[in-house]
């Protein structure tokens, strides 16, 4: 069976690049008929904030992915620890007292000599007396994983052949000066325990796959998972006017009005043959794993297909996210001229608000005569083509020249619902105050 995970630091909120590796991830699962894990990497206690946590899962759901179980890292803490106690045992971890400090001035000091900034396991030369007496001084050692040096080569699912040179990569620190576990070692052995099949994930260099894999190799013997990596998320050109598409978080999506099949099409490109969106399932059997990391996140795809969406949905399905006395009529007006929910807002104000129309230069006999000419109440959706068939022989204007001006001064926008089912929820003393503002 498939499993792959999702891991989730939770640091701060969903964004829409985390989306992207849950998406992929979810996608691999159901493609496969296989199951989907949430890994909680709250480790770090410093910077986790498990407030945090329930906030990303509902994005997640929201977004239609969900997952088998869910665990955290920080439970797991003796798990780890018999992994680090095997390692030590096997001697396959060497203890090290440099400083982050001096680390950092051995590294500069390599820079500057054109030598590759790797480690140089000057501690693999430690003394028991050199030890015992930097233990007897309150150093506490970190621990480092002794690499084999050999060329590692592996198949990528998206990218096809890799390797990498270990005796290139420094060896890696597995445990903290404090007894805890650094995240590659608790991510190995998090695979292993619940028999990850494949690792799908955003970014990584070759070194710390392959550090990866000899981990594997010396805990779990043949069980190695495949790796795919999808590389950084880019974002179409020109689609996100000029933000990162890194900075896009899901949480906002959500509360402008995005609709989750929305940002599924945004991520992936893909929409059915009639331009509607296409359900996870049916993105999971049209979406292979290398086209979708080759998928830019599209900005205005996503909008596109949000309009759609939105301009079908019934009242109920939004009522509860509109303004407190909004209308089913009023919905039913507005709903295929948005492109997120939010935008609602601005045209409930057009509506039921005061808004201040700007003067059109050249305009004022035209707004002065359809103030005049306005029909008296009550109104229905008629009231729009009567009124300007009733000012075209008087003003000798016609289309846009005459509807143009009237809708600016209306409304305030040069765009926007069709005026024949916003006119009647303006009403005439709205409309007629508004007419002699833009006249001046």
């Known amino acids: 069976m498939i499993r792959v995970r999702f891991a989730m630091a939770p640091v701060g909120n969903l964004s829409i690049g985390g989306a992207r590796i849950a998406l992929a991830n979810d996608l691999v699962a159901r493609r496969g008929n296989g199951r989907m894990l949430l890994r909680l990497d709250d480790l770090d206690t410093e910077r986790s904030r498990p407030a945090q946590v329930d906030q990303m899962m509902r994005d997640l759901r929201w977004l239609g992915i969900d997952w088998h179980c869910s665990f955290r890292q920080s439970e797991r803490m003796a798990v780890y620890q018999a992994a680090i106690d095997r390692l030590i045992g096997d001697r396959l971890l060497y203890p090290c007292f440099e400083s982050e400090q001096e680390l950092r001035a051995k590294r500069e000091f390599r820079r500057k000599r054109n030598q590759s900034p790797i480690y140089d396991r000057a501690m693999l030369s430690l003394t028991a007396k050199q030890r015992q007496d930097a233990e007897a001084g309150g150093k506490r050692p970190h621990w480092r994983l002794k690499l084999s040096g050999r060329t590692l080569q592996w198949n990528d699912l998206i990218l096809g052949a890799r390797q990498a040179v270990l005796s290139a990569v420094s060896d890696p620190v597995l445990v ?147 303004p407190a006395d909004a209308t089913e009529a009023f919905w039913l007006a507005v709903r295929g001229s948005l492109d997120v929910l939010k935008e609602a807002r601005g045209w409930w104000d057009v509506v039921n608000g005061s808004i201040v129309p700007p003067e059109i230069e050249g305009a004022r006999d035209l707004l002065l005569t359809a103030r005049s000419l306005l029909p008296r109440e009550p109104w229905d959706n008629t009231v729009w083509a009567n009124w300007v068939a009733a000012l075209e022989p008087i003003t000798g204007l016609t289309g846009d020249a005459l509807a143009a001006p009237l809708r600016l001064t209306l409304t305030a926008e040069d765009s926007g619902p069709d005026l024949a089912d916003l006119l009647p929820l303006i009403g005439h003393s709205r409309a007629a105050a508004r007419l002699a503002i833009a006249a001046g």
């Open 176 to 322: 903290r000066s404090d007894g805890s576990p650094t995240p590659i070692l608790a991510s190995v052995v998090d695979d292993l325990d619940f028999a990850t099949t494949d690792v799908i994930r955003g970014d990584d260099s070759p070194g710390n796959t392959a550090i990866q894999i000899e981990l594997f190799e010396i805990l779990g013997g043949a069980r190695i998972p495949r790796f795919g990596l999808l590389g950084p998320l880019h974002e179409a050109a020109g689609a996100m006017a000029g933000r990162s598409a890194g900075s896009v978080l899901v949480r906002g999506l959500r509360h402008d009005g995005v609709e989750p099949c929305g940002v599924a099409a945004g991520l992936t490109g893909i929409t059915a043959a009639d331009g509607d969106p296409l359900t996870l399932n049916q993105l999971a059997q049209r979406l292979s794993l290398a086209d979708f990391a080759a998928c830019r996140f599209d900005a205005a795809t996503m909008l596109r297909i949000n309009r759609r969406v939105l301009g079908r949905l019934d009242f109920t399905a939004v009522a509860d996210r509109l």
